[in-house]
Every structure is written in structure tokens, then in C-alpha cells.
């Protein structure tokens, strides 16, 4: 009997069940014992996923193996050519020396767009309007507290897309939905046929003009801190802040900073730079702003529709040598 292939899965799926026979069918799955990177890379070392030809991990695989980066992908079998995260944001991953040592990485980009733009919907509108504020106050049994400020109506607001990728333009949809006027910058302008009709301007100009600015771009080595001291002082007074990319595209102390001083209005997150062991205080004891625990894709039907995806990344990946949703980094290899 000729044997499987074999796969190596770290974390676990909850949803996608039939989806995963169909995997075990056709692979052996191997999982690891540890819990931890040091006694994963142990087992690395002892050999027990040699032979596996692709990986299948989960975000909060992290807490068994830590970053996938340079280290970790030395004790890794050299029979492994495929890497397939269940997920958008890829940020745990070094791309980079995957790419060297000859592993194809998969992320899954459009089943999260819109959930994740649901949730940045609902921060903005919750941030607009001082919503949290009262919110605080009903469940202390005192109403809608004292002096709580007026909110302000999301129509005729400009609001700057720092990021049009997916999640970005489906943001844009709904942002038009309650009649607010966007426009984003890119790196590197959009094709005008899939600008959808938003305006592209600079960086300056979008921190300078907007009065809603939402973080919608990945976290890489050119993000990290794209939003900081110098450009809160850019931003309008009172701006609104919101972020359900990762948490570390801003400064956090920075922003915890520009709201203390009133430059920043009010705040809607959904991540944070240290999440989850650590929120920054002058965010948490803060009132007036929005705050949800990375619950931008925490759907039924979004977590199943990733997991179905990440899968068929994995059985491509098996059964064919190619990977349905390569990383834009190794879009050509
Ligand atoms: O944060 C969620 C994701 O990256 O899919």
C-alpha cells in the first residue's frame, strides 16, 4: 500500500469538521506533543515530523511553536514546502525566510472582509457617537451618567482608509451606507477600475483631512508604528481613531498620549500592540473609547468559512504542489 502524505497540524480547527475528514482521507496528521516552543523544537530535533510536506497552523498556535521565523524553520524538516495560516493577517510569519528556504505560505484573505468590516463599522459609529460612555454608565445603575457629551452623526464625515485592501473597500461600502465621504492612501495608488470611486490622496492629506481615520493595512516591518507622535500633530482636533488591523500599526503609548491631550476625540479598537496580555491603562480606564478584544472575524459563519479555506490551501497544497491564496510576497514563486 503506497503510504499518505503526511501533514502537520498545530492549533486546532473547531467548524470546518466534514471539510477536515476530507484532509484526513487523503494525509496522515501529525500534531505535536509540546506545548511550548522549546519542547516543540525538541520534537523537531527528535525527528517526529519528518516527512510531513505541509503545515497547517492556527493564530493561537503561537502559544505551542512562537513566531514562525528564522530560528524555528532551522529545525524544521526539510521535506516541508507548504505553510498554510488560518487566517488574513500573517504578521506572526517571516515571510522572508520562508521564502529562502523554499515554503510556500498561504494566508486567507476575502472570508474575513466582512466581519472584520462589521466590527470596524460598529467601532466607528460607537466612537462617533459616545456610546460606551453611556453604556458604562446603565450597567453601574446610573443611567446615562452626568455631563455625557453628545455624540456626533457619521453623515457628511470624511473618513480616510489608511489600507484599501479587502477589508478596506468593503469598509468603504458600508462607510457609504451611513452617506460618510472616504477616501485612502495606498502605498502605492490602486488601479483607478478598482478604486471603486474613492478618492486617493497622500499620507499628509489623509491624516491632515479626515475626520474618522481607520487602520486597514497589514503589520510588516514598513507598518510597524505608521501612526505615531508626528502624526497625531498632522491629524484634525478631535479626530476619531479605529483599528481592527494589529495593534502595533499604532504607537500605542503615542495615541494613549494624543488622547490624554484631547488631540485624539475618542478611539474604537479592536486590537492592541501587546494583546492580549496587556491593554494600555489610559485605554482600558477610558470611558469614551471603544474597545472589543480582537473580535473582528469571531463569527460562525466567518471562522468556518476561513477554516474551509485554510483547508482547501492545505489539500491543494497536497494534492497539487500549489497553494490557492499564495502571500502577496511570493505571489511569483
Ligand atoms: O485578525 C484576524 C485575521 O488576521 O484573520
Not at 509540546?34 to 527528535?46: H, L, M, V
Not at 493561537?60 to 530560528?71: F, K, L, V, Y
Not at 498632522?234 to 479626530?239: A, N, R, Y
Request: glycine share 8%; proline share 4%; with cysteine.
Amino acid at each position: 500500500m503506497v503510504a499518505k502524505p503526511k501533514v502537520l497540524m498545530l492549533g486546532k480547527l473547531d467548524h470546518a469538521h466534514e471539510q477536515w475528514k476530507a484532509v484526513e482521507e487523503i494525509a496522515e496528521v501529525l500534531r505535536p506533543k509540546s506545548t511550548n516552543r522549546e519542547g516543540f523544537i525538541e520534537e523537531c530535533k527528535a525527528g517526529a515530523f519528518d516527512g510531513a510536506v505541509a503545515v497547517l497552523r492556527t493564530f493561537a498556535s503561537i502559544s505551542i511553536t512562537g513566531r514562525i521565523d528564522e530560528e524555528l524553520l532551522s529545525y524544521w524538516p526539510s521535506s516541508i514546502k507548504f505553510l498554510c495560516h488560518n487566517g488574513a493577517g500573517y504578521d506572526q510569519i517571516d515571510i522572508a525566510p520562508c521564502t529562502a528556504k523554499g515554503i510556500c505560505v498561504s494566508n486567507v484573505p476575502t472570508a474575513v472582509n466582512d466581519a472584520t468590516a462589521d466590527v470596524n463599522m460598529f467601532l466607528i459609529i460607537g466612537a462617533l457617537r459616545n456610546f460606551n460612555v453611556g453604556m458604562v454608565a446603565l450597567r453601574r445603575n446610573e443611567w446615562r451618567g452626568n455631563n455625557t457629551a453628545l455624540g456626533h452623526d457619521p453623515e457628511g464625515k470624511v473618513l480616510g482608509i489608511l489600507g484599501m485592501g479587502g477589508i478596506g473597500k468593503n469598509l468603504k461600502r458600508k462607510a457609504e451606507a451611513f452617506s460618510m465621504k472616504v477616501q485612502y492612501h495606498n502605498r502605492k495608488r490602486l488601479p483607478v477600475d478598482k478604486e471603486d470611486g474613492a478618492k486617493y490622496v497622500s499620507f499628509d492629506e489623509l491624516l491632515a483631512t479626515s475626520d474618522v481615520l481607520s487602520l486597514n493595512l497589514p503589520l510588516n516591518t514598513h507598518t510597524h508604528h505608521i501612526i505615531s507622535t508626528n502624526e497625531f500633530a498632522k491629524m484634525k482636533d478631535g479626530v476619531i481613531i479605529v483599528n481592527t488591523a494589529r495593534g502595533a500599526v499604532i504607537d500605542e503609548l503615542a495615541l494613549v498620549e494624543a488622547l490624554n491631550s484631547g488631540k485624539v476625540g475618542s478611539v474604537g479598537l479592536d486590537v492592541y500592540e501587546h494583546e492580549p496580555n496587556y491593554i494600555h491603562p489610559g485605554l482600558v480606564n477610558n470611558p469614551t473609547v471603544m474597545l472589543v478584544p480582537h473580535m473582528g472575524t469571531w463569527t460562525v459563519e466567518t471562522q468556518t468559512a476561513m477554516e474551509v479555506w485554510c483547508i482547501d490551501n492545505l489539500k491543494q497544497a497536497v494534492l497539487t504542489g500549489t497553494l490557492k491564496s499564495p502571500v502577496p510576497e511570493q505571489a511569483s514563486m
